[in-house]
């Protein structure tokens, strides 16, 4: 019993890490948007190439 429920707190912690680095990464991205920093990925491709 103790070992099924360590391995359903294992999968769940498994899938909660990623939501939540996923999370804080659009946090810092709007972050980013609000304050006036132009985003990574659409300020190079914005930019014509000579």
């Not at 899938?15 to 680095?21: E, K, R, Y």
């Not at 991205?29 to 659409?42: F, S």
């Amino acid at each position: 019993m103790a070992a099924q429920r360590a391995s359903d707190i294992g999968m769940v912690c498994g899938l909660l890490i990623p939501v939540l680095g996923n999370f804080a990464m659009l946090l810092c991205k709007r972050q980013r948007l609000v304050h006036g920093e132009p985003d990574k990925a659409t300020a190079t491709a914005a930019q014509p190439s000579a």
